[in-house]
Every structure is written in structure tokens, then in C-alpha cells.
């Protein structure tokens, strides 16, 4: 587990900012859903925590260390896209251990914590398959346990379930209130489906053209949004 915190980050494409200086604090063990029309900087934002992308100002500090210059794989972060790339040559067993291999852990310590990812993830009995035989939300659990192999401090979510129908995705919803009840790491989650921010997040984070409108608890955001944009986003009651 570890705190998130976010101090007047910026991203800048070229002369294009996209990000404006924006604060967050998440706490330890949060599960914090950035949510927000398509464009408005939820990914950016994202990738900027994982270190995919370089921030143009500001400070990310995750734990109690400022993380600007680290690396991806220095963060302690696992992060699960909207395209789950999974190894269709590999078996459940052999995606869910890959990282474990290439960090050359030992094969006692990989088999220790793949088994302990398909338990929480139930997918014990899916271990010999490959991903061709798998349908979406078994294979969107393979990439969820393929995070967590590592115990990372945070999870980062981009549109986890923005590929699967509609039944699928509320299942999936549960799964991963489970699997943060369960692993409690920290989690940023991010999605431009109101339904899907309401029902996970402790809190959620409205954006908006690469500002933040509203920071708030589901129920307070719905009963007592700042402005018409956040509620009509929301669906609040006039
Ligand atoms: P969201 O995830 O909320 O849909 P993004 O963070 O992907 O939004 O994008 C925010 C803004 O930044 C958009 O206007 C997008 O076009 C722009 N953008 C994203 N990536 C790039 C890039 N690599 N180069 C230039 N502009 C980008
Ligand atoms: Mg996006």
C-alpha cells in the first residue's frame, strides 16, 4: 500500500497542455476512480503516476518518495490497460508467472504466487489453458492477476472493461471491489463511465479539460455537486 500524491502536475504535448497543474491526494488503500468525458486527460493523468509518460511540472510522490525521474518498473505499480495483451503462446500458469521469470525470481517463489493470484482471482481450474480458450472476463482476470503477481504498493486501471459487454462488466465490476478488498493495495481507476465510478470508488475525481472539477465520496458528489457540468455528468437531480 502506499499514498499517491499529486502536486500542481502539468502535461504538456508540444505547446499543447493537456494536464493543468492538478492536485490530488489518495491515501493508503484508497480506491480512487478518475472519471470524465472522452479527451479530458483521465489516460495522460494515468500514465504520468506509471511513468509512461514524462510530466512537464509538478511532482508525483508515491509512498514517501518523489517518483518524477523513476522508471516504470522502479514505482512499485502494476497497471492494467483497457487491451489486455496476454501471451496467446503461454498457458494461465506461465502469463500469470512471465514477470516473476524476467525479474528471475525462483520457481518455488513464482509457483507460491501465481497460485496465491489464481486463488484470489479464481482461476485455479484455468491454469493449463491458453488465452484463445478463454472467454473476455476470464482472460480480464488472467490481466488482473498478471498485476498482482508482484504485490505492487499501487494498481493503475485504464478502461479495464470498456471491451466486454454490458452483463460482463458488471460481473467484472464485483470481481474487482473483491480483489481490492482482498490485495487492499491503493487503487487509481480510471473510466468515463459514471456507473462503473460510482460503484467502485471510495472516492472519485471529476475532470474536465484537463482540470479536476470535484473530488468527493460518490454520494457527496451526486447530492452536492459544484457546478451544472458535474452534475449533469453524474446524473444528479436538478
Ligand atoms: P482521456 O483518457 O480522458 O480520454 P487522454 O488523457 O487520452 O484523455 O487525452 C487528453 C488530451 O491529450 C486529448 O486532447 C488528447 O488528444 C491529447 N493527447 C493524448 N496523448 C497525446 C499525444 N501523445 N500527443 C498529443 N496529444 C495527446
Ligand atoms: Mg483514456
Given at each position: 500500500m502506499a499514498q499517491v500524491h499529486l502536486k500542481n502536475v502539468v502535461k504538456k504535448y508540444g505547446s499543447l497542455e493537456v494536464v493543468h497543474a492538478i492536485n490530488l491526494d489518495i491515501e493508503d488503500g484508497e480506491f480512487v476512480v478518475l472519471v470524465g468525458p472522452s479527451g479530458c486527460g483521465k489516460s495522460t493523468t494515468l500514465r504520468m503516476i506509471a511513468g509512461l509518460e514524462d510530466i512537464s511540472g509538478g511532482d508525483i510522490e508515491i509512498g514517501d518518495r518523489v517518483v518524477n525521474d523513476l522508471a516504470p518498473r522502479d514505482r512499485n505499480i502494476s497497471m492494467v490497460f483497457q487491451n489486455y495483451a496476454l501471451y496467446p503462446h503461454m498457458t494461465v500458469q506461465e502469463n500469470l508467472g512471465f514477470s516473476l521469470k524476467i525479474a528471475k525470481f525462483s520457481q518455488s517463489e513464482i509457483d507460491a504466487a501465481v497460485q496465491n493470484a489464481a486463488e484470489i482471482l479464481s482461476l485455479t481450474d484455468l491454469m493449463d489453458r491458453k488465452p484463445g480458450a478463454l472467454s473476455g472476463g476470464q482472460r480480464q482476470r488472467v490481466a488482473m492477476g498478471r498485476a498482482i503477481v508482484r504485490h505492487p504498493?499501487?494498481?493503475?486501471?485504464?478502461?479495464?472493461?470498456?471491451?466486454?459487454?454490458?452483463?460482463?462488466?458488471t460481473q467484472m465490476r464485483v470481481e474487482i471491489k473483491k480483489l481490492h478488498q482482498k490485495v487492499k493495495s491503493t487503487i487509481v481507476y480510471v473510466t468515463h463511465d459514471q456507473i462503473e465510478a460510482m460503484t467502485?470508488?471510495?472516492?472519485?475525481?471529476?475532470?474536465?479539460?484537463?482540470?479536476?472539477?470535484?473530488?468527493?465520496?460518490p454520494l457527496d458528489v451526486f447530492e452536492h455537486p459544484v457546478n451544472t457540468?458535474?452534475?449533469?455528468?453524474?446524473?444528479?437531480?436538478?
Open positions: 504498493d499501487v494498481f493503475l486501471f485504464d478502461e479495464p472493461l470498456s471491451n466486454l459487454d454490458a452483463k460482463l462488466r467502485l470508488a471510495d472516492r472519485i475525481v471529476i475532470m474536465r479539460d484537463g482540470h479536476i472539477e470535484q473530488i468527493g465520496t457540468f458535474v452534475a449533469s455528468f453524474i446524473g444528479s437531480p436538478p
